[in-house]
């Protein structure tokens, strides 16, 4: 659900890593904004989906994408698949509650 994540992910077109962190803000009962931050830039999106599984666009830096986030069982934050406009990579992030 809402809050602040620490984020973990690996870059789909590289296959570099990377961490970060991801601010998750309800903005009605079923949408959301995010905004996270990777090294020096920050990325902006907006989704629709429950607060278990939320399915976002974003973009910065001159890019688009999509993101899927899928809750943990466990509730401690999310599994995320990502891609930007027109890759053909999917990148990977864990989330968890700060």
């Known amino acids: 659900g809402p809050g602040n994540y620490v984020v ?3 870059d789909g077109t590289s296959g570099g890593g990377y961490t970060g962190t991801a601010t998750l803000t309800q903005t009605s009962d079923s949408t959301w904004r995010i ?3 990777i090294g020096g ?3 902006n999106g907006f989704g629709i989906g429950d607060g278990k599984i939320v399915a976002l666009n974003f973009s910065g830096h001159g890019r688009t994408g999509v993101m899927l986030l899928v809750a943990k069982d466990d509730d401690s934050g999310y599994q995320a698949a990502w891609a930007y406009t027109g890759d053909r990579t999917v ?3 864990d ?3 700060q």
Do not use: C, F, P
Request: no cysteine; charged share 25%; net charge positive.
């Open 95 to 97: 989330w968890s509650r």
């Open 35 to 37: 905004v996270w931050r």
């Open 41 to 43: 830039q920050v990325w």
């Open 8 to 10: 973990a992910g690996k």
């Open 91 to 93: 990148g990977l992030e």
